[in-house]
């Protein structure tokens, strides 16, 4: 056995420290946590057999999870720092499995709001995994961990999209579908439980200093975001993540309005999980290139994310839409990966869950907004994609400027630097000189 473990960690992860033990719950977590075979078809389930209405679905029940999860998002971090990481991921998966069968056997509207309110916890404790990884194992593995166990959750959440596919193809009942889930939560579930606990307890402030200059969560906040590169990229993940998601919420609504009749739309969603697994590992091998370039790489992707939602919004193809929408998700996945890693080694006081949490929640937040102006504006499905084609080049000015004035800073450090080591060796020299001197 400890055979074959060795041999699985030199396969996934060459010249890494981590076990292979925990290398392997690792990947167990991400792979169950996102195989939910009922997910695509929560609204014809809800709508066909619990016989609530469209606009019920759309209006009375799911904007609950929405405005629930923006508010555990934030409540991570006071549970990640009095419970631990490991609790909170478990309660997590635990709220996933309470979700699903509050959907499979309950019928009222009440207990519907109150599962999306459980369901938005569980959103939100799922960004917690990621910064336990980064407690978990060397700086050097960052990378690879992150761009792994996306990786497999992506792929995870593809099998169990074509799987579920496949089923209702043979008119299976959405009872099998449950069963899946509700196994592969329960799995999951499991596995919370022997994850090795970090040792953030060690890190508690009580809530009396939490307004303290000095000590307390304010002062955590201000060590926290003090870097400027740091400030820059958590403000591009923000909107990144915004973006990005406005795209996958709307997606197959443009899909829909260009061709009302295709059958694909099911394949071209797991097409885009594929991309974005793919995406997420070529994180691996540009990383060394994000590292050396600063900014570039972030503005030149939200550059591409911006032509790809302008071309989306222009040609009213369903071939092109498709594949700029595939393409679109594996630059995403790979960006994702790669300024995450990036801000958690710019963290100098390793606060991990609270540098998630806050960007998460300024995403989310960014998102809403938006969101609900779109909904006011009236826009077509169309002029959206437009609309979010010209947030996303906005966005590529505002941090081509801010790579502007960073590579104009460091330029002015590493002359002053040289300045400096000048001024020192004319220092050096003229000892010297004095030193030949007075033995002469």
Sequence with gaps: MEGFLSSFRAIILRNSQIPASLLILLILYSFFSQFLPIEPYLVPYLTTVKHFTNYEVAID????????????????????????????????????????????????????????????????A??????????????????????????????????????????????TSYSVMFILT????GICCLVTFILPKDHTSDYVYPLATFWSQNEGWIAILRETWHGRSLQILSIWWAVAYAGFSLVQNYGTNLFDAIDPQSKFNGHIIAASQVAGSLGSLFAIYLDPIAVNTGLAVYVF????????????????????????????SGIYQALACLVSVRCGRLLTNKRFILMFSVNYFAGLLLETIIQAALEISGLSIFNQ??????????????????????QESRRGITTSEVGLDCKF????????????????
């Design 61 to 124: 029940i799911y904007p609950f999870s929405v405005y629930a999860q923006l508010f555990f998002t934030l409540f991570m971090v006071p549970a990640c720092f009095f419970l631990s990481h490991k609790v909170v991921i478990s309660l997590g998966a635990l709220a996933m499995l309470i979700t699903y069968l509050i959907i499979w056997c309950e019928k009222s509207l009440l207990a519907m709001q109150i599962m999306q309110v459980i369901y938005g916890f569980g959103m939100a």
């Design 126 to 171: 799922r960004l917690v995994f990621s910064s336990y990884i980064f407690l978990l194992v060397p700086e050097g593995d960052y990378q690879h961990m992150i761009s792994i166990t996306t990786t497999t959750s992506l792929l995870s959440f593809m099998l169990a999209s074509e799987l579920s596919q496949l089923l209702a193809l043979v008119t």
């Design 182 to 185: 509700l196994s592969s939560l």
């Design 301 to 328: 992707g939200v550059a591409a994310m911006g032509t790809i939602c302008l071309a989306m919004g222009l040609y009213k193809d369903t071939t092109a839409a498709y594949c700029l929408y595939i393409l679109i």
């Design 385 to 406: 994609f437009i609309s979010f084609g010209a947030f996303f080049f906005s966005t590529t000015v505002a941090f081509a400027i801010l790579y502007c004035v960073d």
């Design 425 to 440: 060796q004319r220092i050096e020299d003229s000892q010297t000189n004095l030193e030949h001197k007075y033995e002469n």
